[in-house]
């Protein structure tokens, strides 16, 4: 069964950073892509990041490029996200998935950015 255990989240003031990792299991890790989504209170949850394979190409969307980096260690299953100079705006519950997406989610782990 595909999962994914997301942890790394808190609380943090404006202009810290924190970094998330992503344990997957149940599927061929080095065979997809992956991806970190964020979901606001209240809003849809937005894909973020993504990684690719082999080569490893990443793609952020607008509202985090230059301050969010996404990579992967594929001999751990692991994906990670490195969050810089975070915003109040970045707050919410962030979950990887792999690519294309399984119904299956993780938990998720909280980020909240706040003085």
């Known amino acids: 069964q595909v999962q994914f255990v997301e942890s790394g989240g808190g609380l943090v003031q404006p202009g810290g950073s924190l970094r998330l990792s992503c344990a997957a299991s149940?599927?061929?890790?080095?065979?997809?892509?992956m991806s970190w989504y964020h979901q606001a209170p209240g809003r849809e949850r937005e894909r973020v990041a993504g990684?690719?394979?082999?080569?490893?190409?990443?793609v952020y969307a607008d509202s985090v490029k230059g301050r969010f980096t996404i990579s992967r260690d594929n001999d751990k299953k692991m994906t990670y996200l490195q969050m810089n100079s975070l915003k109040p705006e970045d707050t919410g519950v962030y979950y990887c998935?792999?690519?294309?997406?399984?119904?299956?989610w993780g938990q998720g782990t909280q980020v909240t950015v706040s003085s």
């Open positions: 990684i690719s394979v082999p080569a490893g190409s990443t």
């Open positions: 998935n792999r690519v294309p997406r399984s119904d299956y």
């Open positions: 149940g599927f061929t890790f080095s065979n997809y892509a």
